[in-house]
């Protein structure tokens, strides 16, 4: 399977709302509702952020938001802060009960 | 709390195998599905294969399918990750996670990492 495809990196000034695109077929992204998001801060362990395209878990603040439109899935940080800098990837089930991860996108705020 | 607690680094030889630990604790072991991701330095994720700790079913990524074998031991509720036939290019961080409710599509649940070195 290739991998899910994200830009590399997205930046944003502190307050303003930035959003993070995934593309990928309809043998992932497009044909399943399981689209989940992580974040990973430099050396630690990449944490979950969105499952099921749009879900949240228990903790994780409702300034981040998760949709999917066709191929492509989305994630939508807002009220950007400092501490929302980290690499960001997206990840869906895919056919043949595998999984495929986006190349990861760099968030960097301004 | 749910732990999972990863074997210790490793430094092999090109050729090689490299078996890593993954201890399951504060969950019923069986519940759960586990995963194994691995990440090469500066680079992003890549899933490898996952086990059904109930039934000890398996599936691969393609990539990995001839040299990777995804294991377990239902006594001391540890998984296993092997990976045969190392070369330079294996050199990363291998995560097991677990998935977040049992019905296994997302990885809410970490490992610390175990930095595996292929180098001669």
């Known amino acids: 399977q290739s991998a899910l495809t994200q830009p590399a990196s997205v930046s944003g000034s502190p307050g303003q709302s930035i959003t993070i695109s995934c593309t990928g077929t309809s043998s992932d992204v497009g044909g399943y509702y399981y689209v989940s998001w992580y974040q990973q801060v430099a050396g630690k362990a990449p944490k979950l952020i969105i499952y099921d395209v749009s879900k949240r878990p228990s903790g994780i603040s409702n300034r981040f938001s998760g949709s999917k439109s066709g191929n492509t899935a989305s994630l939508t940080i807002s009220g950007l802060q400092a501490g929302d800098e980290a690499h960001y990837y997206c990840?869906?089930?895919?056919?043949?009960?595998?999984?495929?991860f986006g190349g990861g996108t760099e968030v960097t705020v301004l | 709390q749910v732990q999972l607690v990863q074997s210790g680094a490793e430094v092999k030889k090109p050729g090689a195998s490299v078996k890593v630990s993954c201890k399951a604790s504060g969950q019923t072991f069986s519940t759960y599905f586990m995963y194994w991701v691995r990440q090469a330095p500066g680079q992003g994720l890549e899933w490898m294969g996952m086990?059904?700790?109930?039934?000890?079913?398996?599936t691969y990524a393609q990539k990995f399918q001839d040299r990777v074998s995804v294991t377990r031991d239902t006594s001391t509720s540890t998984v296993y990750m092997e990976l045969s036939s190392l070369r330079s290019e294996d050199t990363a961080v291998y995560y097991c996670?677990?998935?977040?409710?049992?019905?296994?599509?997302?990885?809410?649940?970490w490992g610390q990492g175990t930095l595996v070195t292929v180098s001669s």
């Open positions: 996670a677990r998935d977040r409710d049992g019905s296994g599509f997302e990885f809410d649940y």
């Open positions: 990840c869906s089930y895919a056919s043949g009960s595998t999984w495929v």
């Open positions: 086990i059904n700790p109930r039934s000890g079913a398996t």
